[in-house]
């Protein structure tokens, strides 16, 4: 099934909000991340027709959350964008811990730091940011940042980064040993001298194409997910996903609701919809990022043996909300970076 896309401009949204507003469900969620069968299904059994539009990054549904009049009745970002569009008072307070869905999260991912009261967000999905070199490339040792930050003679000019700063700056971070969220100048002076002096070997800075890049090997290494590398090996690509010693970059996305949005009863049942146990499970082989509900485990397609991106052996840190003057550091780094 192709989905049907909202085109991002007001006049689309106005256009897919006709006068029956409560059988139209408007999601905004990360790129290719629902799996079709699922949106097929819940407009079957409901009734509502729903409609996808997909962002590349957090930035980029932040900035939408802040342009108010979304249009949007549920969005995915991740957990450190949801602290933060809580805190702005971008989201609905939809008690999420009295809807179905909850009982099927596992507990460790309740009562987090982003959403202590559990009354905003339901999570998705979870999984790491690294880096993949492609082995037809590059067959070095691939077991720390150095090879991604200080690239050697085989990936000179053949590394491929993110158009956003936030998870390369927090790798950045790892590699350094500089504390996430600092608001330490001269430590953030030596994340902008570590990517300053990776950028002549840097091809391309784009969230975009990014399997045709890395998978043909038009590149060696390049920024990315667990799952992404996953989907794109499994389709036949020479590709491998770092385990780097000094850590993984972790994120989790979640389910949450825009202030304002015109279906919230509906986004309420499509996130109940998506946790049920076989719903979940549909969700993850699709997908291929772990999930934070419970699943069928016999008819789960993803295991360590199969799928060792999924479960790494090395740390894993996840993003944090910054204070306002970190992120202006982040900010600064990345738009002197990309001048």
Not at 174 to 196: A, N, T
Not at 232 to 261: C, H, M, Q
């Amino acid at each position: 099934m192709k989905l049907k896309t909202l085109l991002g401009a007001a006049t689309a949204v106005a256009l897919a909000l006709p006068a029956h507003a409560g059988g139209t469900l408007n999601l905004y969620t990360w790129s290719d991340s629902i799996a079709p069968e699922l949106i097929e299904k819940f407009e079957a059994q409901t009734g509502m027709t729903v409609n996808t539009d997909g962002f590349q990054s957090n930035e980029d549904a932040l900035t939408k959350l802040q342009a108010g009049s979304s249009g949007y009745d549920i969005v995915t970002p991740s957990q450190h964008f949801v602290k933060i569009m809580i805190d702005e008072g971008l989201l609905e307070d939809i008690g999420a811990k009295d809807l179905a869905a909850y009982a099927q999260v596992d507990d460790k991912w309740k009562g987090k730091w982003w959403d202590p009261e559990n009354a905003y967000s339901i999570p998705l999905a979870y999984g790491t940011a690294g880096f993949a070199v492609n082995r037809d490339v590059y067959e070095g040792p691939i077991d720390s940042w150095e090879v991604y930050f200080t690239p050697p003679a085989d990936l000179k000019g053949k590394v491929a980064s993110l158009s956003y700063p936030d998870e390369v700056v927090g790798a950045a971070q790892l590699y350094l040993g500089v504390p996430f969220c600092s608001e330490d100048k001269s430590e953030m002076k030596k994340v902008y001298d570590l990517l300053m002096a990776q950028k002549p070997d840097v091809a391309a800075y784009s969230s975009d194409n990014i399997e045709n890049r890395i998978g043909t090997g038009e590149v060696g290494a390049h920024f990315w997910w667990d799952g992404n590398v996953l989907k794109t090996r499994n389709a036949g690509s020479n590709i491998v996903y770092a385990e780097p010693k000094e850590g993984l970059v972790g994120w989790l996305d979640s389910f949450v609701v825009p202030k304002g949005a015109e279906n919230v009863e509906g986004a309420k049942q499509f996130i109940d919809f998506m946790s049920e146990v076989e719903n979940a499970t549909i969700q993850y082989n699709y997908y291929a990022h772990s999930s934070p509900v419970e699943l069928d485990l016999e008819k789960a397609k993803y295991t360590p043996e199969n799928a060792p991106e999924l479960f790494p052996t090395v740390p894993v840190e996840f993003s944090k909300a910054c204070s306002p003057a970190a992120q202006d550091l982040v900010t600064k780094v990345w738009t002197d970076l990309l001048q």
